[in-house]
């Protein structure tokens, strides 16, 4: 009798956990494998560094919609340089302030200094719509993992590497919602 049970409750468990993921993809997840994910981050870098921004700026906003920081810096700083868009300050700012959702000195530097030069207008305008980005995109909604990291092999923390959760051999991310600028 006490094996039935504990065999039910491990099954229900299963269930539920297979259900809760399915929940999680149909709620705006895609499966990715590791490969592809690292080859999405090569190929918005490689774009960028090529200044070909139109293709930058697409492969970016699908990294940073999953989550990735670097990415989510890198397309604020693409709208606040009108960069494969339309320049746009207020959207710059706010993908740079979901980026500094985690404890890195460029990023904190960078909105700090947007935050400086706005009045408070401005300031309470540009936070909500950090606010709805982080909602969609941050930490918490993508599930994503990241942490400092040092570059050139020394003690200097001075990079973000993020983690998307996994599901078995695939990646879990955070796919773009429809009204994404």
Partial sequence: MKKTFVRLVVLLAVVASGATLAASIADGFDRVLPGDWRSMLLKAKRAYEGKRYDEAFAAFQRTACAGDKESQSALGRMYLLGQGTARDDLTGYAWLKVAAEVNQ?????IVEKMEDAMRP????????????LIDNYGLRATNMSCNLAATQGGHILD???CAPREDGPN???????????
């Fill in 121 to 132: 207008e401005q300031r309470r305008i540009a936070d909500a719509e950090a606010r709805r």
């Fill in 159 to 161: 990079s973000v590497v």
């Fill in 171 to 181: 990646l879990l991310l955070k796919r773009c919602v429809a009204e994404v600028r």
């Fill in 105 to 109: 000195r460029g990023y904190h530097a």
